[in-house]
Nanobody, 128 residues
Framework: QVQLVESGGGLVQAGGSLRLSCAASGRTDLNYAMGWFRQAPGKAREFVAAISRSADNTYYVDSVKGRFIISRDNAKNTVYLEMLSLKPEDTAGYYC?????????????????????WGQGTQVTVSS
């Protein structure tokens, strides 16, 4: 089992920045790819970014490319999401997820079903 706890959300003006953190505990010795998803009220949870276990590969949804950066510190069992140039449409609950299985395609990391463990989420609100 792995427990994930997100932090760093808040209220920010458009154009501002936030850094989300996701701390993992439990079986952190397993080979986990990590992802960030977000969910706005009345909408489905959507993929934002993912990172491989070794951090050699990162993936982003088109709408955040060039603005968001995913990274990880395996020594601290923590994954980060640096969010720059925030827009009101980025407003959502942001969720961290861990995948404990091998993946053969990056597409698998863009699916909510591609992850085994989820955090409780942290709210990000961007005012215009």
């Amino acid at each position: 089992q792995v427990q994930l706890v997100e932090s760093g959300g808040g209220l920010v003006q458009a154009g501002g920045s936030l850094r989300l953190s996701c701390a993992a505990s439990g079986r952190t010795d397993l080979n986990y790819a990590m992802g960030w998803f977000r969910q706005a009220p009345g909408k489905a949870r959507e993929f934002v970014a993912a990172i491989s276990r070794s951090a050699d590969n990162t993936y982003y949804v088109d709408s955040v490319k060039g603005r968001f950066i995913i990274s990880r510190d395996n020594a601290k069992n923590t994954v980060y999401l640096e969010m720059l140039s925030l827009k009101p449409e980025d407003t959502a609950g942001y969720y961290c997820a861990a995948r404990g299985r091998y993946y053969s395609s990056s597409y698998q990391l863009t699916l909510t079903g591609g992850y085994d463990y989820w955090g409780q989420g942290t709210q990000v609100t961007v005012s215009s």
